[in-house]
């Protein structure tokens, strides 16, 4: 098992540019979440997937699209990028809600905006 | 409303010295999960241990040992005679029974020196 596996490792965006971060996992997980995680703070939530076909918003959602189309596929739009959007981001998955489950992370990209 | 709050932003020690690492929790559920993970310098969240909130045992698992007490809201973990590959970031996380969510406290970063 590969686990989760996020593309690309790293990327440089220039304002008002667009792309698609890429979150694959072949645990036949369930739940699939994005997280941003900025200098010296925790984690937060941009979207989650409780499975195909379904998505919700995290905490911090604006500026980001997701889609679900399979249960393997987790894919994050970023449209517009803003120098805000300047984090690392991680995928995450796992069989069950957080709890039931521990979830499984990928090993992130780091984005930057200039 | 859900909170984690991790006051120690970084520690330092020497090895073999004993540290802990606290984590004050907030929220108005009866049930509930904590969790702790750890991001060594590589980047990747990597699960540690995962709590509810009806189990008050003290867990040990090997030099590490988690002290959860709902009179204080604390989930604190402690690492006994620290070694050099214990540096890094520590986040305590806290999901209520009814959300899909996880919220992250915002890392407490270790440093463990020769």
């Known amino acids: 098992n590969a686990g989760v596996t996020q593309t690309p490792k790293f990327r440089i965006l220039k304002i008002g540019q667009s792309m698609t971060l890429q979150c694959t996992q072949d645990?036949?997980?369930?739940?699939m979440y994005w997280y941003r995680q900025d200098p010296g703070m925790g984690l937060k939530l941009i979207y989650y997937?409780?499975?195909?076909?379904?998505?919700d918003k995290g905490e911090v959602p604006n500026g980001y699209n997701v889609s679900r189309s399979t249960t393997e596929d987790f894919p994050l739009r970023l449209e517009l990028a803003a120098p805000s959007q300047t984090s690392v981001y991680f995928c995450?998955?796992?069989?069950?809600?957080?709890?039931?489950?521990?979830?499984?992370f990928g090993p992130g990209t780091r984005l930057t905006v200039t | 409303a859900q909170k984690v709050t991790q006051a120690q932003t970084e520690i330092s020690v020497v090895e073999k010295e004993d540290v802990t690492l606290d984590c004050v929790y907030e929220?108005?559920?009866?049930?509930?999960?904590l969790f702790w993970y750890k991001q060594p310098p590589s980047g990747e969240l990597v699960f540690l241990i995962r709590?509810?909130?009806?189990?008050?045992q003290n867990e040990i698992s090997g030099r590490y040992s988690w002290n959860f007490q709902k009179s204080t809201s604390s989930f604190n973990f402690t690492i006994t005679a620290s070694q050099v590959v214990d540096s890094a970031v520590y986040f305590c996380?806290?999901?209520?029974?009814?959300?899909?969510?996880?919220?992250f406290g915002t890392g407490t970063r270790l440093q463990v020196f020769p």
């Open positions: 995450a998955s796992s069989y069950d809600p957080p709890g039931l489950d521990e979830q499984y």
């Open positions: 645990m036949n997980h369930n739940y």
């Open positions: 997937s409780v499975g195909a076909g379904i998505t």
């Open positions: 929220t108005r559920d009866t049930t509930y999960y």
């Open positions: 709590r509810n909130s009806f189990d008050e």
């Open positions: 996380a806290l999901r209520q029974r009814n959300t899909d969510k996880l919220i």
